[in-house]
């Protein structure tokens, strides 16, 4: 299992507030196709947003403006498709209000990445068997994007990201021996 995090929080100011998440603030993800979760708030009623993997702030006239009825509190969930590469990947997002004033930038992070971490496991230090159920695994495993956790099993399927894995803290390379009760 591997992932980094990069997520950033957004600045709060009178007239806006932005909760704004990509997949729920999930630090990675295997796919290009996220969904975004954003939220404002604007005395004077937000009429739209604007999402972009660009920094520079959109002026009021740009097409890529997103259009919503007139509300004071505006909240919405949304798909939305990064471009190619592996990597950090970041959405910034402004609200435009009912006057035409155009809000402060936003912007949250995700780790892009389907290269699987890569390793070795060893059992008793490499004994091609054994006679006694407790065992000691010797793991090593490394991922450009840091490894965050293993999980160990003596079924050779491949486990969901909610089964019992054992969480470590991130590292570029990991290695560690564990014992391990064989049934």
């Known amino acids: 299992k ?15 507030l932005l909760p704004l998440s990509i997949n729920s603030t999930d630090p990675y993800t295997n796919s290009l196709s996220v969904t975004v979760t954003l ?57 435009r209000n009912s006057v035409g004033t155009v809000s402060q930038r936003y912007d949250d992070s995700i780790i892009y990445e389907t290269v699987a971490p890569t390793g070795s496991v060893s059992i008793n230090s490499g004994s091609s068997s054994t006679s006694i159920h407790l065992v000691t695994i010797a793991l090593t495993s490394s991922d450009a994007y840091g490894v965050i956790g293993y999980y160990l099993s003596e079924n050779n399927s491949t486990p969901s990201t909610s089964s019992s894995w054992v969480s470590v803290t991130s590292s570029t390379s990991y290695s560690s021996s564990v014992e391990f009760t064989l049934t």
């Open 39 to 95: 939220a404002n708030k604007d005395s004077n009623g937000v009429t739209g947003y604007y999402l972009s993997e660009s920094s520079s702030t959109p002026p009021i006239s740009a097409s890529g403006w997103k259009v919503v009825t007139s509300t004071t509190s505006f909240s919405t969930s949304i798909s939305y498709t990064f471009g190619s590469g592996e990597g950090t990947k970041t959405v910034y997002a402004w609200f």
């Open 2 to 16: 591997d992932a980094s995090s990069n997520q950033s929080t957004p600045p709060e100011s009178a007239t806006h």
